[in-house]
């Protein structure tokens, strides 16, 4: 079974500033997908980047983006120019590419992010 | 384009009741799974129905039980409560797409079950 392991349970960072979120993860499968998932206070769950394993080329949206090392399991997630908007729990999620695994992900406990003004 | 409905979102129950949880997929989406969050257990897997039939089951009792609708809209049933199963329900849908698709599940704001 995959695991999926988050060793900061809160972490905090000045507004404007960058702060990098870890996250690794155990798995013998070779083909997989990698997330990471924002919780607001308001606890809709949203998706804030996504990573496929087969893919050497860290992935990227606007302020957010990864770093992805397969062989050391690890998938770290950099928030850039922080805002106040940006806190929340930030879940890290794994899911297997097989065929009855489209539904399931296996999620880290979450790191509490606190940006201070 | 309207996102992922739960209902209903707060709700409270007593030791042995059951209660009944609905999710309605974004439209177009033909998988619906289902998540418990819990401060001790975090986020656990509970299923995941496509075209009506269940694909994949987490770790949970027979309890913990779920159906799909031809409309792709789905339910879950807790049958004989108990104080542990108090928590935040998530519903999650995709499109379920073939081998090249990362399937990004996209949640519902989730109903919150009290057990007393």
């Known amino acids: 079974a995959q695991t999926v392991t988050q060793s900061q349970p809160e972490m905090s960072v000045q507004e404007a500033e960058t702060v990098t979120l870890s996250c690794t993860y155990d798995?013998?499968?070779?083909?997989?997908?990698l997330f990471w998932y924002k919780q607001p206070p308001s606890r809709q769950m949203i998706l804030v980047i996504r990573?496929?394993?087969?893919?050497?080329q860290n992935a990227t949206e606007n302020r957010f983006s990864v770093n992805f090392q397969k062989a050391a399991k690890s998938f770290s997630l950099k928030i850039s120019d922080s805002q106040l908007g940006d806190a929340a729990m930030y879940f890290c999620a794994y899911r297997s590419a097989g065929g009855t695994s489209y539904g399931k992900l296996t999620f880290g406990q979450g790191t509490i992010l606190t940006v201070h003004p | 384009k309207a996102g992922v409905t739960q209902t209903p979102r707060y709700l409270i129950k007593t030791r042995g009741q059951q209660v009944t949880l609905s999710c309605s997929p974004i439209s177009g989406h033909r998988s619906v799974s289902w998540y418990q969050q819990t401060p001790g257990q975090g986020l656990q897997f509970l299923f995941e129905?496509?075209?009506?039939?269940?694909?994949n089951k987490g770790n949970f009792p027979g309890r913990f039980s779920g159906r799909q609708f031809s409309n792709s809209r789905s339910e879950m049933n807790v049958s004989t409560l108990e104080l542990g199963d108090s928590a935040l329900y998530l519903c999650?849908?995709?499109?379920?797409?073939?081998?090249?698709?990362?399937?990004?599940?996209?949640f519902g704001a989730g109903s919150r079950l009290t057990v007393l």
């Open positions: 990573q496929e394993a087969y893919k050497q």
């Open positions: 798995t013998s499968e070779s083909d997989y997908y």
């Open positions: 129905y496509f075209s009506e039939t269940q694909r």
């Open positions: 999650a849908s995709s499109f379920r797409t073939g081998i090249s698709g990362a399937n990004v599940l996209t």
